[in-house]
């Protein structure tokens, strides 16, 4: 069984359980990162395709994501939010990733590789990172790795950027105590449109075209970032954690029974 299926059907499991629902282990699911699929369970939805929202629920990193090194989400939101609460060692923006993973029919097959030429421009402002996974992994085998605890431990401020659909390391990023930079996409997860800019995230367009002058924004008001960074851990603490999930996927359950899908 692939991760994604696992770490799926082990948080159905818990759901079933916690709630006396056996019959939610039948629920047809969709693993693909665009979603968006009437019927099933997804893990994103297209944006504008606001009908199939009730449908979408948490994905299987919310359990694990073996594939970036991650054995257990609620281990690493801990050791997140551990490190967020140190100083930060560079003054920079982050991101560290595979800059070629998106197929050419999304923007970020142009904005990915983008934000790697806008960060060799700025290097004082910005750390970009192609992490190139090996046999589907990405962990410390491969070049320029960095786990996520590590880069909120050493940087000031994040960046979270769509990939070949929906990003799913936002959620571990609202744990960090650190502003996250957020590049509006295509597709989004349950929880996204909760997310209100400049009260839980600093928003970039999704060309990237305001990235350098929202950073030289959030250099000029210290004070609030540090506002954004708070409330986007109250949001994490609050929303992101395992009984909401067990309860948005009793949820979404619901919504697909009522339409007798399964």
């Not at 916690?18 to 968006?36: A, E, F, L």
């Not at 919310?62 to 257990?72: E, G, L, M, Q, R």
């Not at 983008?114 to 750390?127: D, G, K, S, W």
């Not at 009260?199 to 030289?216: A, F, G």
Request: glycine share 4%; hydrophobic share 35%.
């Amino acid at each position: 069984m692939d991760e994604r299926s696992y770490g799926l059907l082990n948080l159905f499991s818990q759901a079933a359980q916690k709630y006396n629902i056996p019959q939610m282990m039948k629920m047809k699911y969709n693993v693909k990162d665009r979603g968006s699929q009437p019927g099933e369970y997804n893990m994103c939805y297209k944006k504008n395709m606001t009908h199939l929202a009730c449908t979408v629920g948490p994905d299987w990193v919310c359990f694990w994501w073996k594939s970036a090194n991650i054995d257990n989400y609620e281990s690493c939101v801990q050791r997140i939010t551990d490190l967020g609460q140190q100083k930060p060692i560079n003054d920079q923006v982050a991101w560290f990733g595979n800059l070629n993973s998106p197929l050419n029919d999304v923007p970020e097959y142009y904005t990915r590789p983008r934000l790697h030429t806008i960060a060799l421009a700025n290097p004082t402002l910005l750390h970009v990172q192609h992490v190139p996974p090996q046999n589907d992994k990405i962990d410390e085998r491969v070049p320029n790795y960095m786990t996520l605890h590590d880069m909120v431990r050493q940087y000031k401020y994040l960046l979270d950027i769509g990939g070949n659909g929906y990003s799913g390391r936002l959620k571990f990023l609202l744990f960090s105590r650190r502003p996250v930079f957020i590049v509006d996409r295509e597709y989004i997860e349950y929880f996204h449109n909760l997310l209100v800019p400049f009260i839980h995230y600093i928003p970039v367009r999704e060309d990237l075209s305001d990235l350098v002058d929202k950073i030289h924004w959030a250099n000029a008001h210290q004070q609030k970032c540090q506002e954004i960074a708070e409330a986007a851990y109250v949001f994490a603490t609050t929303h992101l954690v395992k009984d909401k999930f067990l309860e948005r996927i009793r949820d979404v359950y619901n919504n697909l029974a009522t339409k007798a899908t399964f």
